[in-house]
Protein backbone atom coordinates (compact mmCIF):
# COMPACT_ATOMS: atom_id res chain seq x y z
CA UNK A 1 0.00 0.00 0.00
CA UNK A 2 1.22 3.50 -0.59
CA UNK A 3 0.24 6.48 0.81
CA UNK A 4 0.42 9.94 -2.07
CA UNK A 5 0.73 13.46 -0.51
CA UNK A 6 1.19 16.38 -3.52
CA UNK A 7 4.09 17.88 -1.56
CA UNK A 8 4.43 20.31 -3.95
CA UNK A 9 1.21 22.17 -3.86
CA UNK A 10 1.81 21.87 -0.07
CA UNK A 11 5.25 23.30 0.03
CA UNK A 12 4.19 26.13 -2.23
CA UNK A 13 1.27 26.97 0.26
CA UNK A 14 3.22 27.05 3.18
CA UNK A 15 5.95 29.50 1.00
CA UNK A 16 3.41 31.87 0.85
CA UNK A 17 1.33 31.23 3.98
CA UNK A 18 4.68 32.29 5.61
CA UNK A 19 6.26 34.71 2.63
CA UNK A 20 2.94 36.93 3.52
CA UNK A 21 3.50 37.03 6.92
CA UNK A 22 7.10 38.10 6.77
CA UNK A 23 6.12 40.49 3.99
CA UNK A 24 4.27 42.12 5.81
CA UNK A 25 6.04 42.22 9.09
CA UNK A 26 8.82 43.89 7.08
CA UNK A 27 6.20 46.33 5.87
CA UNK A 28 5.52 47.44 9.26
CA UNK A 29 9.02 47.79 9.78
CA UNK A 30 9.97 49.57 7.18
CA UNK A 31 7.17 51.95 7.59
CA UNK A 32 7.95 52.72 10.79
CA UNK A 33 11.80 53.17 10.39
CA UNK A 34 10.91 55.83 7.73
CA UNK A 35 8.46 57.84 9.53
CA UNK A 36 11.02 57.85 12.26
CA UNK A 37 13.99 59.42 9.77
CA UNK A 38 11.44 61.33 8.28
CA UNK A 39 10.66 62.81 11.68
CA UNK A 40 13.81 63.33 12.58
CA UNK A 41 15.37 65.00 9.85
CA UNK A 42 11.93 67.06 9.75
CA UNK A 43 12.53 68.06 13.28
CA UNK A 44 15.98 69.37 12.58
CA UNK A 45 14.86 70.70 9.04
CA UNK A 46 12.75 73.20 10.87
CA UNK A 47 14.92 73.83 13.76
CA UNK A 48 17.50 75.19 11.47
CA UNK A 49 15.32 76.75 9.23
CA UNK A 50 13.34 78.63 12.19
CA UNK A 51 17.16 79.40 13.42
CA UNK A 52 18.25 80.61 10.85
CA UNK A 53 15.50 83.38 10.07
CA UNK A 54 16.11 84.52 13.15
CA UNK A 55 19.88 85.11 13.26
CA UNK A 56 19.52 86.83 9.87
CA UNK A 57 17.45 89.40 11.66
CA UNK A 58 20.03 89.72 14.21
CA UNK A 59 22.94 89.82 11.90
CA UNK A 60 20.84 92.83 9.60
CA UNK A 61 20.20 94.41 12.68
CA UNK A 62 23.96 94.25 14.31
CA UNK A 63 25.06 95.51 10.82
CA UNK A 64 22.63 98.25 10.60
CA UNK A 65 23.54 99.72 13.74
CA UNK A 66 27.06 99.46 12.68
CA UNK A 67 26.24 100.94 9.58
CA UNK A 68 24.01 103.82 11.51
CA UNK A 69 26.96 104.59 13.67
CA UNK A 70 29.92 105.39 11.08
CA UNK A 71 27.15 107.41 9.37
CA UNK A 72 27.22 109.23 12.57
CA UNK A 73 30.89 109.85 12.90
CA UNK A 74 30.94 110.73 9.42
CA UNK A 75 28.36 113.43 9.96
CA UNK A 76 30.15 114.80 13.25
CA UNK A 77 33.58 114.63 11.09
CA UNK A 78 32.01 116.88 8.55
CA UNK A 79 30.39 119.07 11.06
CA UNK A 80 33.81 119.70 13.06
CA UNK A 81 35.73 119.70 10.18
CA UNK A 82 33.58 121.63 7.89
CA UNK A 83 34.14 119.42 4.65
CA UNK A 84 32.92 121.19 1.55
CA UNK A 85 31.38 117.96 0.27
CA UNK A 86 29.05 115.42 1.88
CA UNK A 87 31.18 112.85 3.75
CA UNK A 88 31.68 109.81 1.43
CA UNK A 89 31.87 107.09 4.08
CA UNK A 90 28.13 108.43 4.90
CA UNK A 91 27.05 107.82 1.36
CA UNK A 92 28.46 104.22 1.64
CA UNK A 93 27.33 103.41 4.99
CA UNK A 94 23.99 104.27 3.83
CA UNK A 95 24.06 101.86 1.16
CA UNK A 96 25.14 99.67 3.57
CA UNK A 97 22.34 99.81 5.77
CA UNK A 98 19.73 100.10 3.40
CA UNK A 99 21.31 96.89 1.99
CA UNK A 100 20.30 95.47 5.83
CA UNK A 101 16.91 96.75 6.04
CA UNK A 102 16.15 94.81 2.93
CA UNK A 103 17.41 91.63 4.01
CA UNK A 104 15.68 92.41 7.55
CA UNK A 105 12.49 93.32 5.98
CA UNK A 106 12.49 90.63 3.60
CA UNK A 107 12.62 88.76 7.06
CA UNK A 108 9.75 89.06 9.25
CA UNK A 109 9.10 85.94 11.04
CA UNK A 110 8.30 87.29 14.70
CA UNK A 111 5.02 89.38 15.65
CA UNK A 112 5.48 92.86 16.26
CA UNK A 113 8.94 92.52 13.89
CA UNK A 114 6.84 94.52 10.96
CA UNK A 115 6.30 97.62 13.57
CA UNK A 116 9.55 97.59 14.24
CA UNK A 117 10.92 97.66 10.55
CA UNK A 118 8.55 100.36 10.09
CA UNK A 119 9.44 102.39 12.82
CA UNK A 120 12.77 101.88 11.83
CA UNK A 121 12.90 102.91 8.22
CA UNK A 122 10.75 105.88 9.15
CA UNK A 123 13.47 106.94 11.77
CA UNK A 124 16.51 106.26 9.13
CA UNK A 125 14.35 108.48 7.02
CA UNK A 126 13.78 111.44 8.99
CA UNK A 127 17.56 110.81 10.02
CA UNK A 128 18.59 111.16 6.19
CA UNK A 129 15.96 114.39 5.90
CA UNK A 130 17.91 115.84 9.17
CA UNK A 131 21.62 115.34 7.92
CA UNK A 132 20.00 116.99 4.60
CA UNK A 133 19.45 119.83 6.66
CA UNK A 134 22.50 119.85 8.64
CA UNK A 135 24.55 120.12 5.30
CA UNK A 136 22.15 123.33 4.30
CA UNK A 137 21.98 124.70 8.02
CA UNK A 138 26.35 124.33 8.06
CA UNK A 139 26.80 125.86 4.61
CA UNK A 140 24.24 128.72 5.12
CA UNK A 141 24.12 129.22 8.75
CA UNK A 142 27.64 128.18 9.81
CA UNK A 143 29.31 125.44 11.83
CA UNK A 144 27.90 126.33 15.65
CA UNK A 145 23.99 126.68 14.16
CA UNK A 146 24.61 123.05 12.41
CA UNK A 147 25.74 121.56 15.81
CA UNK A 148 22.79 123.25 17.38
CA UNK A 149 20.31 121.32 15.14
CA UNK A 150 22.63 118.33 15.50
CA UNK A 151 22.20 117.92 19.59
CA UNK A 152 18.49 118.75 19.09
CA UNK A 153 17.36 117.00 16.26
CA UNK A 154 19.56 114.22 14.59
CA UNK A 155 20.90 113.00 18.00
CA UNK A 156 17.45 111.60 19.65
CA UNK A 157 16.33 110.54 16.03
CA UNK A 158 19.93 108.42 15.87
CA UNK A 159 19.14 107.48 20.07
CA UNK A 160 15.71 106.44 18.76
CA UNK A 161 16.94 104.16 15.45
CA UNK A 162 19.62 102.78 17.84
CA UNK A 163 16.80 102.03 20.40
CA UNK A 164 14.81 100.43 17.64
CA UNK A 165 17.52 98.17 16.12
CA UNK A 166 18.43 96.77 19.63
CA UNK A 167 14.93 95.97 19.67
CA UNK A 168 15.15 94.10 16.63
CA UNK A 169 18.32 92.43 17.55
CA UNK A 170 16.28 91.45 21.14
CA UNK A 171 13.23 90.55 19.65
CA UNK A 172 15.00 87.75 17.38
CA UNK A 173 17.10 86.80 20.21
CA UNK A 174 14.53 85.86 22.66
CA UNK A 175 12.74 84.43 19.63
CA UNK A 176 15.75 81.71 19.03
CA UNK A 177 15.89 81.36 22.20
CA UNK A 178 11.95 80.41 22.94
CA UNK A 179 12.36 78.54 19.54
CA UNK A 180 15.58 76.71 21.14
CA UNK A 181 13.43 75.67 23.80
CA UNK A 182 10.49 74.39 22.09
CA UNK A 183 12.81 72.23 19.41
CA UNK A 184 14.04 70.52 22.75
CA UNK A 185 10.79 69.95 23.53
CA UNK A 186 9.69 68.93 20.57
CA UNK A 187 12.30 66.67 20.51
CA UNK A 188 11.57 64.66 23.58
CA UNK A 189 7.91 64.44 22.25
CA UNK A 190 9.21 62.71 19.19
CA UNK A 191 11.37 60.69 20.82
CA UNK A 192 7.86 59.18 23.22
CA UNK A 193 5.82 58.86 19.32
CA UNK A 194 8.66 56.89 17.99
CA UNK A 195 8.83 55.05 20.51
CA UNK A 196 5.18 54.68 20.94
CA UNK A 197 4.89 53.81 17.51
CA UNK A 198 8.05 51.41 17.74
CA UNK A 199 6.24 49.28 20.46
CA UNK A 200 3.08 49.35 18.41
CA UNK A 201 4.78 47.89 15.50
CA UNK A 202 6.70 45.60 17.93
CA UNK A 203 2.71 44.86 19.86
CA UNK A 204 1.74 44.41 15.81
CA UNK A 205 4.75 41.88 14.72
CA UNK A 206 3.95 39.60 18.07
CA UNK A 207 -0.06 39.61 17.45
CA UNK A 208 0.52 39.00 13.76
CA UNK A 209 2.56 35.99 15.07
CA UNK A 210 0.47 34.87 17.31
CA UNK A 211 -2.47 34.42 15.17
CA UNK A 212 -0.06 33.10 11.99
CA UNK A 213 1.31 30.45 13.86
CA UNK A 214 -2.09 29.50 15.28
CA UNK A 215 -3.45 29.40 11.90
CA UNK A 216 -0.63 26.75 10.65
CA UNK A 217 -0.07 24.89 14.32
CA UNK A 218 -4.04 24.37 15.91
CA UNK A 219 -4.96 22.56 12.99
CA UNK A 220 -1.50 20.43 13.34
CA UNK A 221 -2.23 19.97 17.02
CA UNK A 222 -5.86 18.92 16.31
CA UNK A 223 -4.45 16.22 13.52
CA UNK A 224 -2.34 14.98 16.01
CA UNK A 225 -5.03 14.42 18.73
CA UNK A 226 -6.67 12.42 15.96
CA UNK A 227 -3.87 10.33 14.97
CA UNK A 228 -3.17 9.37 18.91
CA UNK A 229 -6.59 8.41 19.16
CA UNK A 230 -6.34 6.30 15.28
CA UNK A 231 -3.07 4.80 16.57
CA UNK A 232 -5.01 3.09 19.69
CA UNK A 233 -6.76 1.04 17.25
CA UNK A 234 -9.88 3.18 17.23
CA UNK A 235 -10.45 3.76 13.22
CA UNK A 236 -13.85 5.03 13.30
CA UNK A 237 -12.47 8.82 13.55
CA UNK A 238 -12.80 10.64 10.94
CA UNK A 239 -10.96 14.65 10.65
CA UNK A 240 -12.83 17.32 9.38
CA UNK A 241 -11.82 19.06 6.33
CA UNK A 242 -12.48 22.83 6.40
CA UNK A 243 -10.61 25.46 4.72
CA UNK A 244 -8.45 25.36 1.45
CA UNK A 245 -4.85 25.00 2.72
CA UNK A 246 -2.26 22.28 3.06
CA UNK A 247 -3.57 20.92 6.09
CA UNK A 248 -7.16 20.42 4.52
CA UNK A 249 -5.06 18.67 1.75
CA UNK A 250 -3.43 16.60 4.50
CA UNK A 251 -6.11 15.63 6.55
CA UNK A 252 -8.02 14.66 3.15
CA UNK A 253 -5.29 12.29 2.88
CA UNK A 254 -5.55 11.17 5.99
CA UNK A 255 -9.00 10.05 5.64
CA UNK A 256 -8.32 8.04 2.88
CA UNK A 257 -5.34 6.18 4.84
CA UNK A 258 -8.33 5.61 7.38
CA UNK A 259 -10.60 4.84 4.89
CA UNK A 260 -7.91 1.87 3.82
CA UNK A 261 -7.31 0.85 7.47
CA UNK A 262 -10.19 0.42 7.76
CA UNK A 263 -10.91 -2.07 5.44
CA UNK A 264 -7.22 -3.61 6.16
CA UNK A 265 -8.45 -4.06 9.73
CA UNK A 266 -11.87 -5.45 8.69
CA UNK A 267 -9.86 -8.20 6.11
CA UNK A 268 -7.63 -8.78 9.24
CA UNK A 269 -10.48 -9.47 11.71
CA UNK A 270 -12.05 -11.76 9.06
CA UNK A 271 -8.56 -13.68 8.74
CA UNK A 272 -8.05 -13.57 12.22
CA UNK A 273 -11.18 -15.24 12.79
CA UNK A 274 -10.82 -17.90 10.51
CA UNK A 275 -7.28 -18.35 11.65
CA UNK A 276 -8.63 -18.87 15.33
CA UNK A 277 -11.45 -21.30 13.85
CA UNK A 278 -8.73 -23.18 12.38
CA UNK A 279 -6.67 -23.13 15.55
CA UNK A 280 -9.46 -24.12 17.56
CA UNK A 281 -10.02 -27.25 15.03
CA UNK A 282 -6.91 -28.17 15.14
CA UNK A 283 -6.45 -28.06 18.92
CA UNK A 284 -9.59 -29.81 19.61
CA UNK A 285 -8.61 -32.79 17.04
CA UNK A 286 -5.39 -33.21 19.31
CA UNK A 287 -6.24 -36.67 20.60
CA UNK A 288 -4.63 -36.12 24.31
CA UNK A 289 -6.42 -34.12 26.48
CA UNK A 290 -5.51 -30.64 26.45
CA UNK A 291 -6.39 -27.99 29.08
CA UNK A 292 -5.63 -23.91 28.63
CA UNK A 293 -5.93 -21.78 31.86
CA UNK A 294 -5.63 -17.84 32.09
CA UNK A 295 -3.97 -15.72 35.13
CA UNK A 296 -6.46 -16.47 37.17
CA UNK A 297 -6.65 -20.37 36.48
CA UNK A 298 -9.87 -19.72 34.72
CA UNK A 299 -9.75 -22.67 32.10
CA UNK A 300 -10.25 -20.87 28.54
CA UNK A 301 -10.50 -24.38 26.27
CA UNK A 302 -11.02 -28.18 27.27
CA UNK A 303 -10.32 -29.88 23.78
CA UNK A 304 -13.08 -32.75 23.52
CA UNK A 305 -10.80 -35.69 24.98
CA UNK A 306 -10.17 -33.49 28.07
CA UNK A 307 -14.18 -32.95 28.06
CA UNK A 308 -14.48 -36.62 27.98
CA UNK A 309 -11.69 -37.77 30.75
CA UNK A 310 -13.11 -34.96 33.25
CA UNK A 311 -17.16 -35.69 32.13
CA UNK A 312 -17.75 -32.09 31.81
CA UNK A 313 -18.77 -29.90 28.45
CA UNK A 314 -16.97 -27.24 27.33
CA UNK A 315 -19.79 -24.52 27.64
CA UNK A 316 -19.99 -24.90 31.43
CA UNK A 317 -16.27 -25.09 31.77
CA UNK A 318 -15.34 -21.98 30.46
CA UNK A 319 -14.04 -19.40 32.30
CA UNK A 320 -14.85 -21.45 35.86
CA UNK A 321 -12.10 -22.24 38.08
CA UNK A 322 -9.93 -25.04 37.10
CA UNK A 323 -10.72 -26.53 40.59
CA UNK A 324 -14.57 -25.53 40.17
CA UNK A 325 -14.55 -28.12 37.01
CA UNK A 326 -11.30 -30.53 37.92
CA UNK A 327 -11.05 -31.81 41.16
CA UNK A 328 -7.38 -32.67 40.69
CA UNK A 329 -5.38 -31.15 42.85
CA UNK A 330 -1.72 -32.81 41.77
CA UNK A 331 -2.75 -31.48 38.17
CA UNK A 332 -3.81 -27.82 39.64
CA UNK A 333 -0.72 -27.20 41.35
CA UNK A 334 1.13 -28.27 38.71
CA UNK A 335 -0.78 -25.71 36.45
CA UNK A 336 0.16 -23.16 39.47
CA UNK A 337 4.13 -23.66 39.33
CA UNK A 338 4.36 -23.45 35.69
CA UNK A 339 2.41 -19.88 35.83
CA UNK A 340 3.86 -18.80 38.79
CA UNK A 341 7.28 -19.23 37.70
CA UNK A 342 6.70 -18.74 34.17
CA UNK A 343 8.84 -21.97 33.09
CA UNK A 344 7.83 -25.32 32.06
CA UNK A 345 6.55 -28.10 34.52
CA UNK A 346 8.36 -31.54 34.45
CA UNK A 347 6.81 -34.28 33.08
CA UNK A 348 4.77 -36.25 35.72
CA UNK A 349 3.41 -39.58 35.91
CA UNK A 350 -0.36 -39.71 37.42
CA UNK A 351 -3.08 -41.59 37.23
CA UNK A 352 -6.68 -40.80 36.68
CA UNK A 353 -9.97 -42.80 36.69
CA UNK A 354 -11.50 -43.24 33.72
CA UNK A 355 -14.37 -45.03 32.91
CA UNK A 356 -14.25 -47.84 35.14
CA UNK A 357 -10.42 -48.26 34.97
CA UNK A 358 -7.02 -46.68 36.03
CA UNK A 359 -5.20 -44.97 33.18
CA UNK A 360 -2.04 -43.87 33.12
CA UNK A 361 -0.99 -40.01 32.16
CA UNK A 362 2.13 -37.85 31.60
CA UNK A 363 1.26 -34.46 32.28
CA UNK A 364 3.36 -31.17 31.05
CA UNK A 365 2.43 -27.65 31.60
CA UNK A 366 4.01 -24.77 29.67
CA UNK A 367 3.36 -21.27 30.11
CA UNK A 368 1.58 -19.11 27.27
CA UNK A 369 3.89 -16.03 26.58
CA UNK A 370 2.24 -13.19 25.04
CA UNK A 371 4.13 -10.85 22.18
CA UNK A 372 5.94 -8.69 24.57
CA UNK A 373 7.32 -12.04 26.73
CA UNK A 374 4.71 -11.83 29.64
CA UNK A 375 2.55 -14.91 30.79
CA UNK A 376 -0.83 -15.02 30.39
CA UNK A 377 -1.95 -18.60 30.67
CA UNK A 378 -0.86 -22.02 31.21
CA UNK A 379 -1.41 -24.87 28.65
CA UNK A 380 -1.66 -28.43 30.27
CA UNK A 381 -1.05 -31.86 27.89
CA UNK A 382 -2.08 -34.78 29.42
CA UNK A 383 -0.67 -38.01 26.92
CA UNK A 384 -2.24 -40.38 27.52
CA UNK A 385 0.34 -43.45 28.32
CA UNK A 386 -1.61 -46.21 29.30
CA UNK A 387 -0.73 -48.62 26.67
CA UNK A 388 3.28 -47.65 27.18
CA UNK A 389 2.71 -48.28 31.01
CA UNK A 390 1.67 -51.66 30.04
CA UNK A 391 4.01 -52.56 27.99
CA UNK A 392 6.67 -51.44 29.77
CA UNK A 393 5.00 -53.28 32.96
CA UNK A 394 5.20 -56.22 30.92
CA UNK A 395 9.16 -55.33 29.54
CA UNK A 396 9.84 -55.02 33.49
CA UNK A 397 7.91 -58.13 34.52
CA UNK A 398 10.15 -60.13 31.48
CA UNK A 399 13.31 -58.74 32.70
CA UNK A 400 12.58 -59.10 36.08
CA UNK A 401 11.82 -62.87 35.61
CA UNK A 402 14.43 -63.21 33.14
CA UNK A 403 17.26 -61.88 35.47
CA UNK A 404 15.76 -63.93 38.54
CA UNK A 405 15.79 -67.12 36.02
CA UNK A 406 19.42 -65.59 35.32
CA UNK A 407 20.25 -65.57 38.66
CA UNK A 408 21.34 -69.17 39.75
CA UNK A 409 23.09 -70.54 36.61
CA UNK A 410 24.99 -67.28 37.33
CA UNK A 411 26.03 -67.93 41.38
CA UNK A 412 26.37 -71.44 39.61
CA UNK A 413 28.82 -70.37 36.91
CA UNK A 414 30.64 -67.97 39.08
CA UNK A 415 31.16 -70.93 42.11
CA UNK A 416 32.05 -73.35 39.52
CA UNK A 417 34.70 -71.08 38.04
CA UNK A 418 35.91 -70.79 41.36
CA UNK A 419 36.24 -74.11 42.20
CA UNK A 420 38.48 -74.47 39.34
CA UNK A 421 40.50 -71.49 40.00
CA UNK A 422 41.12 -72.82 43.40
CA UNK A 423 42.39 -76.28 41.31
CA UNK A 424 39.71 -78.12 43.72
CA UNK A 425 38.99 -80.59 41.01
CA UNK A 426 42.83 -80.75 39.28
CA UNK A 427 45.01 -79.08 37.47
CA UNK A 428 44.75 -75.94 35.37
CA UNK A 429 47.22 -74.89 32.58
CA UNK A 430 47.72 -70.91 32.67
CA UNK A 431 46.01 -70.47 29.46
CA UNK A 432 42.82 -72.55 31.31
CA UNK A 433 43.28 -70.17 34.38
CA UNK A 434 43.23 -66.97 32.18
CA UNK A 435 40.11 -68.34 30.73
CA UNK A 436 38.31 -68.72 33.63
CA UNK A 437 39.61 -65.32 35.52
CA UNK A 438 37.91 -63.77 32.36
CA UNK A 439 34.83 -65.57 32.57
CA UNK A 440 34.34 -65.26 36.41
CA UNK A 441 35.10 -61.21 36.16
CA UNK A 442 32.17 -61.40 33.31
CA UNK A 443 29.87 -63.12 35.61
CA UNK A 444 29.98 -61.52 38.21
CA UNK A 445 29.89 -58.19 36.21
CA UNK A 446 26.62 -60.27 35.36
CA UNK A 447 25.32 -60.76 38.45
CA UNK A 448 25.59 -57.18 40.02
CA UNK A 449 23.46 -56.19 36.65
CA UNK A 450 21.00 -58.95 37.16
CA UNK A 451 20.94 -57.93 40.97
CA UNK A 452 20.54 -53.96 40.10
CA UNK A 453 17.73 -55.16 37.22
CA UNK A 454 16.09 -57.15 40.01
CA UNK A 455 15.92 -54.44 42.43
CA UNK A 456 15.19 -51.48 39.58
CA UNK A 457 12.17 -53.64 38.25
CA UNK A 458 11.59 -54.57 41.85
CA UNK A 459 11.21 -51.27 43.15
CA UNK A 460 9.27 -49.56 40.30
CA UNK A 461 6.26 -52.28 40.21
CA UNK A 462 5.95 -51.45 43.96
CA UNK A 463 6.56 -54.62 44.26
CA UNK A 464 9.32 -53.44 47.30
CA UNK A 465 8.01 -52.87 50.63
CA UNK A 466 9.19 -49.93 52.23
CA UNK A 467 10.20 -50.48 56.58
CA UNK A 468 9.16 -46.29 57.28
CA UNK A 469 10.12 -45.29 60.84
CA UNK A 470 12.04 -42.74 62.18
CA UNK A 471 15.77 -43.01 61.54
CA UNK A 472 18.72 -41.17 62.50
CA UNK A 473 20.95 -40.25 59.37
CA UNK A 474 23.67 -39.57 61.51
CA UNK A 475 23.89 -43.44 62.20
CA UNK A 476 23.41 -44.15 58.58
CA UNK A 477 26.00 -42.06 56.87
CA UNK A 478 28.97 -43.34 59.85
CA UNK A 479 27.98 -47.01 58.57
CA UNK A 480 28.17 -45.70 54.99
CA UNK A 481 31.60 -44.19 55.59
CA UNK A 482 32.76 -47.37 57.73
CA UNK A 483 31.79 -49.72 54.93
CA UNK A 484 33.77 -48.09 52.63
CA UNK A 485 36.49 -46.47 54.14
CA UNK A 486 38.97 -49.80 53.77
CA UNK A 487 38.34 -49.37 49.64
CA UNK A 488 38.99 -45.75 49.65
CA UNK A 489 41.93 -45.99 51.28
CA UNK A 490 43.05 -48.73 48.90
CA UNK A 491 43.03 -46.66 46.40
CA UNK A 492 44.03 -43.73 48.19
CA UNK A 493 41.41 -41.26 48.78
CA UNK A 494 40.64 -39.31 51.80
CA UNK A 495 36.82 -39.47 52.85
CA UNK A 496 35.50 -36.01 55.02
CA UNK A 497 32.98 -36.98 56.58
CA UNK A 498 30.95 -33.69 58.15
CA UNK A 499 27.28 -34.68 60.07
CA UNK A 500 25.46 -32.69 62.38
CA UNK A 501 24.97 -34.76 65.43
CA UNK A 502 21.53 -33.33 66.05
CA UNK A 503 20.64 -34.04 62.64
CA UNK A 504 16.76 -34.75 62.88
CA UNK A 505 15.55 -38.41 62.56
CA UNK A 506 13.76 -38.88 59.09
CA UNK A 507 11.19 -40.99 58.39
CA UNK A 508 12.37 -43.38 56.03
CA UNK A 509 13.42 -47.02 55.18
CA UNK A 510 17.40 -47.13 56.46
CA UNK A 511 18.24 -49.71 54.23
CA UNK A 512 17.09 -47.67 51.33
CA UNK A 513 18.48 -44.28 52.31
CA UNK A 514 22.09 -47.38 53.34
CA UNK A 515 21.35 -48.02 49.62
CA UNK A 516 21.41 -44.65 47.97
CA UNK A 517 24.09 -43.03 49.71
CA UNK A 518 26.24 -46.51 49.37
CA UNK A 519 26.07 -45.73 45.74
CA UNK A 520 26.69 -42.04 45.49
CA UNK A 521 29.71 -43.26 47.65
CA UNK A 522 30.59 -46.38 45.44
CA UNK A 523 30.54 -43.90 42.53
CA UNK A 524 32.81 -41.11 43.99
CA UNK A 525 35.25 -44.12 44.82
CA UNK A 526 34.85 -45.60 41.21
CA UNK A 527 35.71 -42.10 38.85
CA UNK A 528 37.96 -40.44 41.49
CA UNK A 529 41.56 -40.28 41.07
CA UNK A 530 43.31 -43.49 42.96
CA UNK A 531 46.86 -41.08 42.70
CA UNK A 532 46.46 -40.02 46.44
CA UNK A 533 45.00 -36.59 45.34
CA UNK A 534 41.29 -37.97 45.27
CA UNK A 535 39.00 -36.49 48.40
CA UNK A 536 35.68 -37.04 48.50
CA UNK A 537 33.11 -35.08 51.18
CA UNK A 538 29.84 -36.52 53.18
CA UNK A 539 27.94 -33.54 54.41
CA UNK A 540 24.51 -33.55 55.75
CA UNK A 541 23.05 -30.68 57.43
CA UNK A 542 19.40 -29.13 58.02
CA UNK A 543 17.48 -26.15 55.80
CA UNK A 544 14.06 -25.06 55.72
CA UNK A 545 11.96 -28.36 57.00
CA UNK A 546 14.44 -30.30 54.74
CA UNK A 547 17.81 -32.32 55.07
CA UNK A 548 19.88 -31.75 52.95
CA UNK A 549 22.76 -35.30 52.20
CA UNK A 550 25.23 -34.50 49.68
CA UNK A 551 28.15 -36.62 48.30
CA UNK A 552 31.26 -34.89 45.98
CA UNK A 553 34.33 -36.03 44.69
CA UNK A 554 36.73 -33.88 42.62
CA UNK A 555 37.25 -36.37 39.90
CA UNK A 556 36.15 -35.68 36.53
CA UNK A 557 32.73 -34.91 37.19
CA UNK A 558 29.98 -34.99 34.29
CA UNK A 559 29.82 -33.80 30.82
CA UNK A 560 27.27 -30.96 29.82
CA UNK A 561 25.48 -32.99 27.49
CA UNK A 562 24.93 -36.01 29.91
CA UNK A 563 23.42 -33.98 33.24
CA UNK A 564 19.95 -33.79 32.27
CA UNK A 565 19.83 -37.57 31.96
CA UNK A 566 22.46 -38.75 34.39
CA UNK A 567 19.16 -40.15 36.36
CA UNK A 568 17.89 -42.59 33.52
CA UNK A 569 18.78 -46.16 33.07
CA UNK A 570 21.86 -47.14 31.45
CA UNK A 571 23.19 -43.93 30.55
CA UNK A 572 26.80 -44.13 31.19
CA UNK A 573 29.30 -41.47 30.16
CA UNK A 574 31.67 -43.22 27.96
CA UNK A 575 34.83 -41.34 29.17
CA UNK A 576 34.38 -41.61 32.28
CA UNK A 577 33.30 -45.57 32.71
CA UNK A 578 35.71 -46.72 30.65
CA UNK A 579 36.46 -50.58 32.27
CA UNK A 580 32.50 -50.51 32.14
CA UNK A 581 32.40 -51.48 35.78
CA UNK A 582 28.96 -50.89 36.41
CA UNK A 583 25.25 -51.16 35.02
CA UNK A 584 24.07 -47.73 34.56
CA UNK A 585 21.45 -48.47 36.96
CA UNK A 586 22.73 -46.97 40.35
CA UNK A 587 21.51 -43.58 39.94
CA UNK A 588 17.69 -44.95 38.16
CA UNK A 589 17.73 -47.28 41.60
CA UNK A 590 18.76 -44.29 43.67
CA UNK A 591 15.88 -41.45 42.14
CA UNK A 592 13.07 -44.10 42.68
CA UNK A 593 13.85 -44.64 46.57
CA UNK A 594 14.30 -41.26 47.20
CA UNK A 595 11.05 -40.25 44.86
CA UNK A 596 9.72 -43.21 46.85
CA UNK A 597 10.34 -41.41 50.19
CA UNK A 598 8.79 -37.86 48.11
CA UNK A 599 12.41 -36.42 48.28
CA UNK A 600 14.49 -35.04 45.69
CA UNK A 601 17.62 -35.93 44.25
CA UNK A 602 19.97 -33.63 41.55
CA UNK A 603 23.32 -33.16 40.52
CA UNK A 604 24.53 -29.88 41.70
CA UNK A 605 25.19 -27.46 38.47
CA UNK A 606 26.90 -25.31 40.39
CA UNK A 607 29.70 -27.60 41.66
CA UNK A 608 32.33 -26.82 38.82
CA UNK A 609 35.45 -28.97 39.94
CA UNK A 610 34.34 -32.85 40.46
CA UNK A 611 30.39 -34.14 40.51
CA UNK A 612 28.38 -33.50 43.51
CA UNK A 613 25.16 -35.08 43.91
CA UNK A 614 22.59 -33.84 46.72
CA UNK A 615 19.35 -35.60 47.68
CA UNK A 616 16.69 -34.08 50.02
CA UNK A 617 13.96 -35.76 52.74
CA UNK A 618 11.39 -33.91 54.01
CA UNK A 619 11.67 -33.71 58.17
CA UNK A 620 8.41 -34.55 59.69
CA UNK A 621 6.96 -32.45 62.23
P1 LIG B 1 27.26 -47.15 37.03
O1 LIG B 1 26.92 -48.48 37.59
O2 LIG B 1 27.73 -47.17 35.63
O3 LIG B 1 28.13 -46.37 37.93
P2 LIG B 1 25.34 -45.23 37.74
O4 LIG B 1 23.89 -45.10 37.40
O5 LIG B 1 25.66 -45.29 39.16
O6 LIG B 1 25.88 -46.45 36.94
O7 LIG B 1 26.09 -44.05 37.08
C1 LIG B 1 25.82 -43.73 35.74
C2 LIG B 1 27.05 -43.07 35.12
O8 LIG B 1 27.22 -41.79 35.68
C3 LIG B 1 28.34 -43.74 35.38
O9 LIG B 1 28.54 -44.79 34.45
C4 LIG B 1 29.36 -42.67 35.23
O10 LIG B 1 29.66 -42.51 33.88
C5 LIG B 1 28.60 -41.46 35.73
N1 LIG B 1 28.92 -41.16 37.13
C6 LIG B 1 28.19 -41.49 38.24
N2 LIG B 1 28.78 -40.98 39.35
C7 LIG B 1 29.88 -40.32 38.93
C8 LIG B 1 30.92 -39.58 39.62
N3 LIG B 1 30.93 -39.45 40.95
N4 LIG B 1 31.90 -39.01 38.86
C9 LIG B 1 31.90 -39.15 37.53
N5 LIG B 1 30.96 -39.82 36.83
C10 LIG B 1 29.98 -40.42 37.52
Redesign the pocket.
Known sequence: MSFKISTRKMTKSLKLKLLYTFTLISLLVSVNTIWTIFSLNDLSQSIDNIMQFNYNSIEAAQNMSIAIERQDSAQLAYMFNADSEPNEIFIENQQEFLKWFSRAEDNITEPNEDKIISEIISHYKLYLNQYNTLISIQVTEGSSASRGFYYSEILPTFENLKLELRNLQNINQNAMLDKKNKAHNNGTQASILIFASSFFTLILIALIGIYTTGRIVKPLHSLIENVKIISTGDYSKKLSIKGNDEITELSKEFNTMLEKLRHFESMNIRRIMEESKKSEAIVKSIEDPMIVTDKENNIILLNEAAQKLFSSDEVNSINKHFLEIIKRDDIFENIKNSMEKNIPSELIDIDIEFEGSNNHFRMYSNPIKNQTGNNIGVITLLQDITKLKEVDNLKSEFVSTVSHEFRTPLTSIIMGTDIMLNHVIGEINDDQEEMLKAIKEDGERLKILVNDLLDLSKIQSGKITYDMKPNNLYDIIKSSHHQFIKTAEMHSIKINTIVDEDIPKIYSDASKIQLVIN?LLS??I??TPHDGSGIINIKAYTSKGNVYVSVD?N????PYEYRSK?FDKF???PS??QKRE???????ICKEIILAHNGQIWLDEANKNG?KFIFSLKVED
Open positions: NNAKYDGPGIIIQVVTGSGLGLAS
